[in-house]
């Protein structure tokens, strides 16, 4: 079926050529890190992870994020889901690749990567990270790839099928779980030391996951002859309000907590990241950018209206991604590390280099997602001419 | 039973607690010691090795910078220029710093000048070894020491951000180029992408016999710190009721950084 991708309109070919050299840029920064080592990037002693840690991050809720379309779909037998499913789960497949890259370009000894394997260290929430995420990557290509094939021939998707669908489903929650359990498991860290960390994990994922599902559904609807359905579309549209609207309240239970408790250890962080601390505070504008973007995409969702028009609900969506984006995938990840265990404060700025490469990852996720969303779109258009 | 319990506990305490349902198994070993579920890898040798700052005992820079410097000389541990790239195995800092959970109203003018040594405490239930994926980090059950394989490390810098104390530190780049002075040929120097910390210095006390009861470890075997510190530090088996270091500690009043966290550190301070 991969085939499908290699004949594409100039739009496609531009598309796919503009990825590909995002992902050379990528690849061009990466070298250079790599013949000097991580110092090219802007970690530290005490901010030992950064940017790569934290998009890893908020691009496995990306991935589990899949679950709010085939959840529905295949448990729930919610026909109005059955386009958009197929988007969902490739979506997911590049979003997992993005993770395993943004890994990959943050060891300090990749070569040695498969140590996690010959030496398996069942109490160490990494090697089980690494065994959901593969594991993820696979039930998804092969669910993804088997419904896909059958709808190419034209008949149900055969039988056997269906307990990897069933298992994909608990084991998507599995994956942003044991990615929380990496930060909430720490006894150093008190930002991430929350029962609740999982949880919110979930409902940012469920949010922000949705919120580019529809965005990319609108895009394509745009530029291709696949629409996946209005009614499936809005339901999405209430799906990414929900989730949003519980990850902000999670995120006012955390400022409950360490506010009223007045523990500084609780409150350092906080006051770090939206405040600035004993002079220091570089995402003190960013992290209020999150909020306000967010509070507006919300309120914008609220209204049914809005919901049902493309063009606004493209607005709130874009808005909300950023705003989870910013909470997730910059503070939740950078701000733990502030103040450091021994009390100090400190900055991180990130490298150009590592900025580079980070948009190298995206751009070669986004190259997988073209790819595999063309192979999809085109056998549709093969089944099903003319649903538009 | 075919399995004695406790070592089937041992070998899943750590699993369990990582999946946070310890709680489950305190249940099942309340007559037991909770201890079993507490330490990813219980202590099981005869010797666990300790040490005893005696704070105002170190009144000059000198006092520090002495034992400062025969660590790092010993280790090959390099020195850069930039707080970004930073190495260090041993370091002296404040004391609000070293003892965040300390109290910290009205302390004593002699504390908040005082400086404080801080190093790898060798915690017995150390969480640096309970996040390796690698098991590069590890325990030494048989003496107490936290010890690492560089050539294992995959550099996921994990253990970084699980340990308490600040006490890891990472090879950013290539730290040969500037490890001051003569090299010590008889210690590894380290390549880019490992973690590294103190190992109050394993190799040196291995280099002749453990002591046994009531003995105390020779002075060439000592810890290149302790051996510095003319009197400043005392190194012994915390295992051994008779050891100077016990002795020391049943004597005086001392305190553990962060004792609430339940890592159980082998360093403490005589303040
Ligand atoms: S002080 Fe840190 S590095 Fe040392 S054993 Fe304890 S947790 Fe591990
Ligand atoms: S950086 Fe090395 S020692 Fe630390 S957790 Fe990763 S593999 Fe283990």
Redesign the interface.
């Given at each position: 079926m991969l085939e499908k991708a290699l004949y594409g309109s100039k739009k496609y070919w531009a598309l796919v050529l503009f990825l590909i050299g995002l992902t050379l840029v990528g690849t061009v920064a990466y070298i250079k890190q790599y013949m000097?080592?991580?110092?090219a990037?802007?970690?530290?002693?005490?901010i030992?992870?950064g940017v790569y840690i934290a998009q890893f991050t908020f691009l496995v809720g990306v991935a589990a994020s899949a679950v709010m379309v085939v959840l529905p779909y295949y448990l729930h037998n919610y026909k109005e889901f059955g386009k958009i499913v197929i988007l969902g789960e490739f979506l997911a497949i590049s979003a997992v690749t993005m993770c395993i890259l943004f890994?990959m370009v943050?060891?300090?000894?990749?070569a040695?990567?498969l140590?996690?394997l010959?030496?398996p260290?069942?109490?160490?929430?990494?090697?089980?990270d690494?065994v959901v995420l593969s594991g993820y990557l696979g039930l998804n290509l092969l669910c993804g790839w088997v419904v896909l094939q059958a709808e190419k021939k034209d008949v149900p998707p055969p039988k056997w099928i269906k307990p990897f669908i069933y298992v994909s489903i608990p084991w998507a929650v599995s994956i942003h779980t044991v990615t929380a359990?990496?930060y909430?498991?720490?006894?150093?860290?008190h930002f991430w030391l929350t029962a609740i960390m999982a949880p919110r994990f979930l409902a940012s994922a469920f949010s922000a996951g949705p919120a580019l599902l529809i965005l990319l559904a609108l895009l394509v609807r745009r530029y291709t002859e696949f629409d996946a359905g209005k009614k499936a579309i809005s339901k999405l549209a209430t799906i990414v309000l929900y989730a949003g609207l519980v990850n902000f309240f999670f995120l006012l239970m955390e400022v409950f907590t360490a506010f009223y408790s007045s523990v500084p250890?609780h409150k350092e962080t906080f006051v770090y990241l939206y405040m600035g601390l004993e002079g220091m505070g570089n995402l003190v504008y960013v992290m209020w950018t999150s909020l306000a973007v967010g509070f507006i995409a919300i309120l914008m969702l609220l209204f049914p209206k809005n919901r049902e028009n493309y063009g606004r609900l493209a607005v709130a969506c874009a808005l909300l991604f950023v705003s989870l984006f910013i909470d997730k995938g910059v503070g939740l990840v950078i701000g733990?590390?502030v103040p450091?265990?021994?009390?100090?404060v400190?900055n991180y700025h990130p490298t150009a280099i590592e900025i580079m490469v980070t948009i190298g990852v995206w751009g070669a996720g986004f190259l997988v997602l073209t790819v595999l969303y063309k192979v999809a779109i085109s056998i549709r258009a093969l089944t099903s001419p003319g649903t538009h | 039973m075919g399995i004695n319990r406790r070592d089937f506990l041992k070998g899943l305490g750590?699993?369990v607690?990582?999946?946070?349902a310890a709680g489950i198994v305190e249940g099942l070993v309340s007559d037991r010691k909770a201890e079993a579920i507490h330490q990813?890898a219980p202590l099981t040798g005869t010797i666990r090795w300790g040490m005893v700052v005696d704070v105002a005992a170190f009144r000059t820079e000198e006092d520090f910078r002495r034992c400062e410097e025969a660590c790092h000389k010993y280790h090959n541990v390099p020195r850069f220029n930039s707080?970004?790239?930073?190495?260090k195995w041993i370091w002296s800092?404040r004391f609000?710093?070293?003892f965040?959970?300390a109290s910290h109203q009205f302390v004593s003018e002699k504390m908040e000048e005082q400086r404080y040594f801080?190093l790898c405490n060798h915690c017995a239930n150390p969480?640096c070894v309970?996040?390796?994926?690698?098991?590069?980090t590890f325990k030494d059950t048989s003496n107490g020491i936290t010890m690492m394989d560089w050539h294992?490390?995959?550099?996921?810098?994990?253990c970084?951000?699980?340990?308490?104390?600040?006490a890891r530190?990472?090879?950013?780049?290539?730290p040969r180029p500037f490890i001051p002075g003569e090299l010590n040929p008889d210690f590894p120097t380290r390549e880019?992408?490992?973690?590294e910390k103190c190992t109050f210095c394993a190799e040196v006390i291995a280099l002749g016999e453990a002591p046994g009861p009531g003995e105390e470890l020779p002075e060439k075997q000592m810890p290149r710190c302790v051996k510095a510190s003319e009197g400043r530090l005392v190194f012994g088996n915390l295992k051994d009721p008779e050891s100077q270091i016990r002795r020391t500690l049943k004597a005086t009043k001392t305190i553990q950084r962060k004792p609430q966290?339940?890592?159980q550190p082998s360093v403490f301070y005589i303040v």
């Open positions: 000097y080592g991580l110092g990037t802007g970690m530290s002693r005490d030992s992870w890994i943050d060891m300090g000894k990749p040695r990567v140590n996690i010959k030496y260290t069942l109490h160490s929430v990494m090697f089980w690494m359990f990496l909430a498991g720490l006894p150093a860290r250890s733990g590390f450091n265990p021994l009390e100090h400190l | 750590g699993t607690a990582a999946l946070g990813a707080l970004k790239d930073e190495i800092d609000e710093n070293v965040p959970s801080a969480p309970r996040v390796c994926p690698t098991q590069a294992r490390c995959i550099g996921c810098r994990f970084m951000a699980a340990c308490p104390y600040g530190s990472f090879n950013w780049r290539d880019r992408g490992v973690v966290l339940g890592t």
